[in-house]
């Protein structure tokens, strides 16, 4: 004999006491035999839907805690102020087409002045690498702040080739402003050495630009005790030393290179030794277009597209991302500070870029990014 039975399991807590926006309720009809007999439960369970909207809500707010986070970074990495690398903190703006000023407070030096940044104002030392107005267009300002500040008069290097328009610029300003501006213009050209301080000089170095151009390297001053002496005792050497015999030779130490914008052809030229030697070289990056591993990257500003080949970089005077990797080999720095990007690249692109570009480079590869945005903010 069959028998049927319905069977009505007590109710439990539902869902809806830990979800409590699960208000609909949806029933589930479940039948099993079971040895003859057939029973039917009726269970009542909370609708689908409503576990989905709390899982939802959930995930959101995990989303929004992940956005939140990139906004904080992205924040950070736009407020903040330059590098710090091998001792030294790099500063400054450096935008393709639109402005550079790299400083270097350790040096009290501004590399190029672009539109004076207030920064590179209290700096006492200025080095202008060629003529174009992104990167000598702040001049005038900056000599006239410095006046108005009462500070010294600053020392502006210059390739010698321009001295004399310098000067006439500086005479137009003097005539129209009705101020002084008081400086000391110095033509310093390849091969010659300016004392900055007792333990610093600096020396231009041959760049390769469509206009006349020239980079700086500064190298820190050392005495090394000469070979003559080197086998006698302390008290012997500071016998000789007191009685004026000079004991030691100075060796230049090259810490800071600046090149400014520049073709390829400053990586093979041999007076560029010591740039490729020094702690620091902060160059153009990567002059015009070129592609690393499906990432697109261009740099006098280093430009993140397609466009453009290493023929119009160097038609330009600017050195193509497929130069330096070629000429990665010639690079003895600790650090390469790339600069001057095109502002149409947002931190993170420019990021991405020198990730794709480390693994050819020995030394440490870094990028200047003041200036630009993030595509988080």
Known sequence: MQISLATTIPKVPSFSTYYPSTSNQTQYNVQKPCHGISTQTHISLPAPCAVKSSSTGFLSAIGRAIEEEEYRKARAEVIRKGLNVEGYSIEGHSIGGHETCVIVPQLKAAFDIGRCPSRAVHQNFLFITHAHL???????????TRGLYGLKPPTVFVPPSIK????????????????????????????????????LVVRPVRTHHVIPSQGYVIYSVRKKLKKQYIHLEGKKIEKLKKSGVQITDSVLCPEVAFTGDTASDFYLDPRSADALRA????????????????????????????????????????THLYEIMEQAKWIRNKTLVLTHFSPRYSIEEIRQGILKLQPQISAKVVALTEGFKSMHL
């Open 134 to 144: 992104d990167h000598i267009g702040g001049l005038p300002m900056y000599i006239a």
């Open 164 to 199: 004399e328009d310098v000067e006439k610029l500086l005479d137009v300003h003097r005539s129209m402003s009705q101020v002084e501006l008081n400086l000391d213009l110095i033509a310093l050209d390849v091969g010659e050495t300016y004392e900055m301080r007792n333990d």
């Open 279 to 318: 702690k620091i070289l902060i160059t153009e990056g990567l002059a015009e277009l070129a592609k690393v591993e499906g990432l697109c990257l261009r740099s006098q500003a280093t430009f993140l597209d397609d466009n453009c080949s290493v023929e119009h970089a160097r038609e330009h005077g600017h």
